[in-house]
């Protein structure tokens, strides 16, 4: 099993994600809503178990 380094830091909504590699990727969360900026996706957290995620890069462009 290989170890992998990871590191998030936060900047109010902000998320910087770190690897031993350096800069891997970033992302904003306000309140129930989040975007991930390497997925390009959205997620709305939901009450209750499950929630909605859309978006999304197509392959190809």
Same mark, same amino acid.
């Given at each position: 099993m290989r170890y992998r380094?990871?590191?998030t830091i936060r900047i109010g909504p902000?998320?910087?994600n770190f690897?031993?590699?350096g800069f891997s990727s970033w992302g904003l969360k306000v309140g129930p809503w989040? $975007?991930?900026?390497t997925r390009g996706t959205h997620s709305l957290d939901t009450p209750?178990?499950?929630g909605v995620? $859309?978006?999304?890069?197509?392959a190809g462009r």
């Open positions: 380094a990871r590191k902000l998320r910087l690897t031993h590699r989040s $975007w991930n900026a209750g178990p499950g995620t $859309w978006g999304g890069k197509r």
